[in-house]
Nanobody, 118 residues
């Protein structure tokens, strides 16, 4: 079983940057390599929405709202996926969740709060 653990959220001013991390704890490297890892977010009063996905084969896709500003990447040795966020906007404020999906199922982390405000 995989347990995603997010970190790196916080308060940042508009135009600023943050890097979120998601450790796929309880997984071994060979399992992590086979996972599709995604980031989702949920703003107050809204449904959870897709942000970015990195497949096991290395293909990255992004929501239109974050294209050109967010970058998803991973370090297999550290069993960690990252979300680099630049040029942050107030509308990026949300709880960001990491999702790990593979043959064992789909697993969600507890989320990390990102607040973009002056």
């Amino acid at each position: 079983q995989v347990q995603p653990v997010e970190s790196g959220g916080g308060l940042v001013q508009p135009g600023g940057s943050l890097r979120l991390s998601c450790l796929a704890s309880r997984s071994i490297t060979s399992v992590f390599r086979a996972l599709d890892m995604g980031w989702y977010r949920q703003a107050p009063g809204k449904q959870r929405e897709f942000v970015a996905l990195l497949t096991a084969g290395g293909i990255a896709t992004y929501a239109d709202s974050v294209k050109g500003r967010f970058t998803i990447s991973k370090d297999n040795a550290k069993k960690t996926v990252y979300l680099q966020m630049v040029s942050l906007k107030p509308e990026d404020t949300a709880v960001y969740f990491c999702n790990a999906q593979g043959s064992y199922g789909s697993f969600w982390g507890q989320g990390t709060q990102v607040t973009v405000s002056s």
